[in-house]
């Protein structure tokens, strides 16, 4: 591995590590609410009994919302997951394509992210499907 200036610091690493921690905690509480709102709702359907019309489309709507809700937190739990996987390894901050340090300034706006900039961008260009992470 190069040291190179852009190489984090233990202590970098472990502020990063201790934020993704705080993130996943908080997005884990996240969907825990909402399921349980959902089920709830759910249930007041069900004793509730029949309602209008009108009742039955903003209840389906808010089903939406919240399905997306939640596949989008999983979704956030899934890149935490991973990243946790790169800390334990040793392998957090280098960019799975090319090897190289993932520079800071990217990991505090982005603290999960896999690739530098430079294969982000060359990923997002190409818009190919990976079947290695479905992105
Ligand atoms: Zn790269």
């Known amino acids: 591995m190069n040291a190179t200036d852009d190489t984090l ?3 970098q690493i472990e502020h990063f590590a ?3 921690q705080a993130r996943k905690t908080l997005l884990l ?3 825990r609410q909402v399921l349980a709102r959902s089920s709830q ?3 007041a359907d069900l004793i509730g009994g029949v309602g209008d019309a009108g ?3 903003a209840t389906s709507l ?3 919302i919240t399905e997306s809700e939640v596949i989008r937190d999983v979704g956030e739990v899934r890149d935490i997951a991973a990243a946790e996987q790169r800390l334990a390894s040793g392998r957090y901050g280098i960019c799975i394509d090319c090897e190289e340090p993932i520079r800071y300034k990217r990991l505090d706006a982005y603290p999960t992210a896999k690739r530098c900039i430079a294969c982000q961008e ?3 260009k190409l818009k190919a ?3 290695y992470t479905g992105r």
């Open 9 to 11: 610091t233990k202590e």
């Open 18 to 20: 201790k934020r993704i």
């Open 29 to 31: 509480e996240e969907i």
């Open 41 to 43: 709702e759910h249930e």
């Open 55 to 57: 009742d039955a489309a």
């Open 62 to 64: 808010l089903r939406e």
């Open 122 to 124: 060359r990923r997002e």
């Open 129 to 131: 499907p990976s079947p």
